[in-house]
DNA sequence: TTGAAAGCGCTAACAT
DNA sequence: ATGTTAGCGCTTTCAA
């Protein structure tokens, strides 16, 4: 049979309530007793049972990945993140794939952590942005750490200046000798979506440019949004000569328009995403867009998520930095 | 208080052990019996305790989906069937990403299986082709299902007929009048490497086309292992003018290459992929490619294994069908 | 700072 | 076909 806490207890010459204080490190036991505990339970090799942990302790110490994202590599990455931090500290989890035009979802979320005792729950966009679902988690007390939430309601979790990188991709194209730059947005779900948007019209700004509101197209974040807006764009009398998609499936989408029509990218039209998905190096010519260290933020967020667990009080929203990722997909306006 | 098993008999006036053979579809329950329980769980709107069923029952009523694979597409695609099955059966899942190349690899599978209880694992390319991993599973007595195994066990899970799919992507490439047609093969430690060369020499032999080992080059399923390839293969004094990646991130560096070169696709080269990824349609042009129904394939393997789980006499290796998805990136040899 | 006892909510084993 | 009893391995009381 097993290693059992009582078998640590005995080797210890401790009872068993001191081992559990051990391991949950828990600070009222004394620094000799703690070490001899610790030598005694490595010498067994012993784990404890995470079902009657959880039955006795009335709690699961287990977090659940809550997603609604079309990007598989976003959220695989955000998994692994997640993963690598909950096994770090002994915490389990759970994948949720969601639909967020469900109208069932909240009661959903609502059964999953009622069921399975849910310590906490991590969201990735858009459901970071669904101010409904945020305030029936408050309500209940229901500890929740975000990824690139964008709204400003406090709260745990991590964020990246979108604002400041679409601003950034702006000044980038604007160095490249561009003054009719286009910006195809994202899915209106995505508060993400907004926020590029405000970037990109300050990035203009900045470089003195007007606004021209024919030259902001509403897309999905999808590839066929892409090519849509990019069809959209290229009937305009005049053309932009650079394409900001505010992601990069739209912007393979953009890509697909122009080499049908036997422009050349970058030569004839710019074009730059967001995200850095690993489909932006593979689409040709290679896209310009923005880092998001997804697997760090996941990280970030969990961590923020197990303190919160432990102490309702503590928890913060966090900021990483982004990175410009220049490749191929954008070079000098024609006529340069 | 949450309701519990013994609220639920009592409402029912049967003993708690009447309402947990009920709950767990035990046979031995007279049916007016069985009703009258269903109909209080109902009421009173019970959901058993997961944890505390899992430390009486000895079992963790958890299944472990297990990869090591760089495709984020191919693992979202699987982890969604796996999750959507195991909710239906009331089990859970855990994702645990794994490198297959670890030495303590098995170890630890051993100690995940060993701490969490593990009922079963789903296993998926290249894990599936790990002869040691699979004998020691047998040994331990761990069921597990492959999806996409490629070797010759039997055991339970899911396969694709890979052999005759890449045979039907070389006949279509016959069809358009190619007779040079290179292979890039996919990583040796993937089985599925070798059915698919297995399957492009059979396409070739069926045309009664010579098979050429210099238009056969190594790969390792990445795309920059497919841009080496291309290079390799553009170097040869007669090139070939159709390449057959073994799957559809070689083929896009294929693309890429091609495209640096100011070669025409599918004018000058055809090129095709395997696996229908999300990626296959953004490239330009879109990616013929064989289709592989992944999230089914999830599905059915989680099936298999929960059958397994509960009789390990049962379990069967299912398969399921491919299809050739044609697109703009294959077309007719030049000059033909 | 440590320990003893009493569960947590369920299922296994053994009744009947 | 159904009920009784005794745990599963841990944490929570509460006492020392």
Redesign the pocket.
């Known amino acids: ?2 290693v ?3 078998d640590v207890a005995k080797a210890a010459g ?5 081992v ?2 051990v ?2 490190n828990e600070p ?3 620094d ?2 703690r070490e001899r505990v610790q030598a005694a339970a490595k010498a067994l090799n012993y784990r ?2 995470p079902s ?2 959880r ?4 709690r699961s110490y287990l977090v659940a990945l809550l997603y609604d994202n079309p990007s598989a590599s976003y959220v695989m990455e955000a998994l692994e993140g997640v993963v690598e931090t909950c096994q770090a500290h002994h915490y389990g989890m759970m994948v949720q794939p969601l639909d967020y035009t469900d109208p069932e979802l909240i009661a959903g979320i609502e059964s999953l952590v009622a069921i399975s005792k849910i310590d906490g729950l991590i969201l990735t966009p858009p459901l970071t942005d669904m101010t409904a679902l945020l305030d029936r988690l408050d309500e209940l007390n229901i500890p929740h750490s975000c990824i690139s939430p964008n709204n400003r309601r406090g709260g745990i979790g991590v964020t990246l200046q979108e604002h400041d990188a679409a601003q950034d991709m702006v000044s980038h194209l604007v160095e490249l000798g561009h003054t009719r730059i286009a910006h195809i947005k994202g899915h209106s779900a995505h508060g993400a979506s907004d926020w590029r948007l405000a970037g990109y019209r300050s990035g203009l700004r900045r470089a003195g440019l007007r606004y021209d509101p024919a030259l902001v197209i509403d897309g999905e974040f999808s590839f066929d949004s892409g090519r849509a807006a990019a069809e959209a764009l290229l009937a305009l009398p005049e053309r932009p000569t650079a394409i900001f998609a505010a992601n990069d499936d739209m912007a393979t989408g953009v890509m697909g328009v122009l080499h049908e029509r036997g422009l050349s990218i970058p030569g004839d039209i710019s074009v730059c995403g967001f995200d850095d998905t690993p489909i932006s190096r593979q689409v040709f010519p290679a896209l310009t867009t923005i880092h998001q260290p997804v697997r760090e933020m996941a990280h970030e967020a969990t961590l923020q998520l197990i303190k919160a667990i432990k102490d309702p009080a503590s928890g913060t929203l966090v900021q990483l930095p982004y990175a410009l990722q220049a490749r191929q997909s954008t070079g000098p306006a024609p006529g340069t």
Chains 1, 2 share one sequence.
């Open positions: 049979m097993r059992r806490i009582e401790v009872s068993m309530k001191t559990s204080r391991l949950n009222t036991v004394r000799a007793t404890p049972d009657a942990r039955l006795a302790g009335r």
